[in-house]
Nanobody, 126 residues
Framework: QVQLVESGGGLVQPGGSLRLSCAASGFTLDYWAIGWFRQAPGKEREGVSC????????NYADSVKGRFTISIDNAKNTIYLQMNSLISEDTGVYYC???????????????????WGQGTQVTVSS
């Protein structure tokens, strides 16, 4: 019933850009916040960014601040992550998940997030 489906990943050169999409269905987006996360091979899953379902507030991990932008299109029930100036350290599987009502303060961690999507692979390489 509740679904979050990531798409838009792929292979991109360093310095390039990519836009990821998270399609939400089966729930009322306004009651939730949506976070983007990533996981590189052999590393823990880390929070990247979070946005309120209303679109009124966002946060970012320090590692992506100034390069990534999270946004939401409520008419399409879709959350986007625009990734610019990509570097090799951005490589990993990117996931979206939901958190009740609000984004945790600071860079989002995994605590309190659920309904994880299947992920989409982002590879930054020459």
């Amino acid at each position: 019933q509740v679904q979050l489906v990531e798409s838009g990943g792929g292979l991109v050169q360093p310095g390039g850009s990519l836009r990821l999409s998270c399609a939400a269905s089966g729930f009322t987006l306004d009651y939730w916040a949506i976070g983007w996360f990533r996981q590189a091979p052999g590393k823990e899953r880390e929070g990247v960014s979070c946005i309120l379902g209303s679109g009124g507030s966002t946060n970012y991990a320090d590692s992506v601040k100034g390069r990534f932008t999270i946004s939401i299109d409520n008419a399409k029930n879709t959350i986007y992550l625009q990734m610019n100036s990509l570097i090799s350290e951005d490589t990993g599987v990117y996931y979206c998940a939901r958190h009740w009502r609000s984004c945790p303060p600071g860079a989002p961690g995994v605590a309190g997030f659920g309904s994880w999507g299947q992920g989409t692979q982002v590879t930054v390489s020459s």
